[in-house]
């Protein structure tokens, strides 16, 4: 598929996965499927070479993962040590080129952290160090074109567990900076997406199913995600029940904040 579209000249990205890190998958697992009134879709036991456990759950056709270490010396254990448990972990693009995308990357400066070949997915990891923020990763699966079509590190059926009567899209992610421009012209170098502005002058890079925004921080972290979800304030409520900080339209849980957009 992939010398197809090179052929015809089509290229295309969008948001996959987000991935959280927690010291443990509960209660961050629990909590998330009981507030926004998601389902488990999988588990995946090949992240237990990496000395991981994780759970994922699709909002819509975007899926949201939580992994949490298993023992100590793990890249996600390091992360957690070294942020205070505050930041998502990585950002995972569908591509129709991800080899291409990581070559690119590469000729910026930024590293390959790890290259995942499981036929029919094949998936770049690129530092997170050089990336700054977050890992970065470009994937593809032969016939995954379908944006709810195969997807194997969701599961052989993710798709029958998606739910939209509580929560119907994940739209954003906030990304700290002391620098958001230059973080978003970065992002936007290896993503491959020219930096505009939103309504309110920050840095954005437009994806086809969610936009990501750069906001004034005090160092480099992915920093919340925002949901459109069906009556903010039943959702605000359940959140508030399981003890999660509330703030306004928005809480704290699995090191970010979740807001909430009608």
């Given at each position: ?8 000249g089509t290229s295309y990205i969008r948001l996959r996965q987000i991935c959280l890190v927690a010291p443990h998958l509960e209660p ?175 840095p954005e890079l437009r994806l086809a199913n969610c936009s990501f925004r750069f906001v004034k921080g005090a160092s480099d972290i ?39 957009a009608a």
């Amino acid at each position: 598929m992939n010398d197809e579209l090179r052929k015809r000249g089509t290229s295309y990205i969008r948001l996959r996965q987000i991935c959280l890190v927690a010291p443990h998958l509960e209660p961050v697992v629990g909590d998330i499927a009981g507030i926004m009134g998601l389902c488990v879709c999988y588990r995946d036991r090949n992240v237990g070479k990496y000395g991981l456990e994780n759970a994922l759950l699709p909002v819509d056709s975007v899926l949201l993962e939580v992994v949490a270490p298993l023992q100590p010396g793990t890249a996600a254990g390091r992360f957690l040590d070294k942020t205070g448990g505050r930041g998502g972990y990585m950002a995972i693009f569908a591509c129709n080129d991800p080899d291409e995308r990581a070559q690119q990357a590469q000729e910026m400066g930024v590293r390959i952290a790890n290259v995942i070949d499981h036929a029919p997915y094949h998936g770049v990891q690129l530092h997170p160090r050089d990336c700054r923020a977050a890992f970065i990763e470009f994937n593809h699966t032969e016939g995954s074109d379908d944006i709810l079509g195969p997807y194997p590190p969701a599961g052989p059926d993710w798709q029958r567990s998606i739910r939209k009567d509580v929560t119907q899209a994940l739209i954003g992610v906030d990304m700290e900076s002391a620098e958001p421009q230059g973080l978003a012209e970065h992002w936007g170098r290896i993503i491959g997406i020219a930096v505009t502005q939103n309504q309110a002058g920050e840095p954005e890079l437009r994806l086809a199913n969610c936009s990501f925004r750069f906001v004034k921080g005090a160092s480099d972290i992915m920093s919340a995600l925002t949901f459109r979800v069906a009556d903010i304030a039943s959702v605000r409520d359940a959140a508030r029940k399981r003890g999660c900080a509330v703030a306004g339209d928005s809480f704290l849980l699995g090191g970010v904040a979740f807001r909430l957009a009608a």
